[in-house]
């Protein structure tokens, strides 16, 4: 059964940072696709970046490049999304989800995941 847990989000001032996890379970976690994405209320829902496991980040959507960074950490079964520099447009209800079928090749412009975590939430204040 596949299992997605998100945590790490919480309250920060702009300009802060925050390290979101999304511990996994039940599926192959090598060379896997994984997405990040972000709803904030009464928006839609928005891609933020997605990860090919044991190979590297695929995709960053432009309002996040070069401050958000996905990573895993070796030998567990964990992905992350490391970020800085945020702004309080960046308050949004954070998911993590994957598709263990895909391929790296596809993995960047995948949208549509068929499994996706509880998510975490994230409020940015000025």
């Known amino acids: 059964q596949v299992q997605l847990v998100e945590s790490g989000g919480g309250s920060v001032q702009a300009g802060g940072s925050l390290r979101l996890s999304c511990v996994t379970?039940?599926?192959?976690f090598g060379g896997t696709c994984m997405?990040?994405?972000?709803?904030?209320p009464g928006k839609e829902r928005?891609?933020?970046a997605t990860y090919y496991t044991n190979r590297?980040?695929?995709?960053?959507?432009?309002s996040v490049r070069g401050r958000f960074a996905a990573t895993q950490e070796?030998?567990?079964k964990v992905i992350y999304l490391q970020m800085n520099s945020l702004k309080p447009e960046d308050t949004a209800m954070y998911y993590c989800a994957t598709d263990?079928?895909?391929l790296w090749i596809e993995c960047r412009d995948i949208d549509e995941f068929p499994y996706w975590g509880q998510g975490t939430q994230v409020t940015v204040f000025s």
């Open 25 to 28: 379970s039940g599926f192959r």
């Open 35 to 40: 997405g990040w994405f972000r709803q904030a």
């Open 46 to 48: 928005e891609k933020v």
């Open 56 to 62: 590297g980040a695929t995709y960053y959507a432009d």
């Open 74 to 76: 070796n030998g567990k």
């Open 100 to 102: 263990p079928n895909l």
